[in-house]
Structures are given as structure tokens and as C-alpha cells.
């Protein structure tokens, strides 16, 4: 019997297009930190969606937002047992993102000399791993491209 293989995902299965500015490549950034999390990915993408759905796809809105409120948005996504976990470390993230590069992820991938500069400063963020950074520049290469062209 072989492991079933987790599904891969790309931004423009989310109708999300990272070349387009910075609000796609936050989205796409927020669905890869909870696809990051030892959590199944339906679950991920649907917590996503309500996010999406609630207008708290900026850092400047999931900074904003209550504890109670998030905590309520990860239940109702069925993060039941990481919901509190899950509410600290975004927020605690998303201060990062505004403190360090103006909430700006453009900015972070635009002042990265390279890739792997850019792999370091995300894996900076506060519940960034390894498999979460490496999701995310797989879809990101493009913007590197236009850099050099």
C-alpha cells in the first residue's frame, strides 16, 4: 500500500495571480502558512476562504482583529484544537511582516538579493518553517524572473 501523496497547490488554483501585486502574493502567503500547519489541507484551504471572506487577507486586518474573533474564524475553519495556538502565531507574524517590511511582501521578495535570501527572511517570520518558505517561493519564482529581464 503506498502513502497517498499531499496535494500540490499553486496560486492560480485560487484564482490568485502573484505577478498582479502585493494582495495576491499576501493571499497566497497566508494559504501557505496554514497549509504550513500539521493540519489537513482542506481544512487549510477552507480556513483560507473565510479569511478571504471576511476581508482579513491584509496584515494590517488580521493585526486589527480581535483574539476573539480569529480564534472563532479557526473554529469555524475546524482548527478546533490549534484555534488560540493558531490565532498567536498569525498575529504575531503578520506584526513581523508590518515591522520589518511594512506589510509588505514585495517588499520582502524585492530587497532579497536572491532566492535563498529570501528563504531566510521568510523563514524569519514567526511559524515559518522550512516546508512552509519552500511552498511559497515554489510559485514565486516568476517574480525573481522579472527582476533580471
Known amino acids: 500500500m503506498t502513502a497517498s501523496k ?13 505577478t498582479r501585486g502585493d494582495d495576491d502574493v499576501f493571499r ?13 489541507s482542506g481544512v487549510a ?36 484544537r490549534y484555534n488560540h495556538v493558531m490565532t498567536a502565531a498569525l498575529k504575531r507574524c503578520m506584526q513581523q511582516l508590518i515591522q520589518m517590511y511594512d506589510g509588505s511582501l514585495t517588499l520582502l ?3 532579497s538579493a536572491d532566492q535563498d535570501e529570501c ?9 515559518v518553517g522550512p516546508k512552509t518558505a519552500e511552498i511559497f517561493m515554489r510559485d514565486i519564482d516568476e517574480l525573481f524572473a522579472r527582476r533580471v529581464e
Open 28 to 40: 497566497w502567503f497566508l494559504l501557505v502558512y496554514l497549509l504550513g500547519k500539521p493540519i489537513q
Open 109 to 111: 521578495i524585492d530587497s
Open 6 to 18: 499531499k496535494p500540490e497547490h499553486h496560486p492560480e488554483d485560487f484564482g490568485l495571480d502573484v
Open 45 to 80: 484551504v477552507q480556513t483560507w476562504r473565510l479569511f478571504v471572506e471576511r476581508g482579513l487577507d491584509t496584515p494590517w486586518a488580521i493585526v486589527d482583529a480581535s483574539d476573539y474573533a480569529l480564534s472563532r474564524l479557526f473554529v469555524e475553519g475546524k482548527y478546533t
Open 119 to 127: 528563504t531566510r527572511r521568510l523563514r524569519e517570520f514567526h511559524g
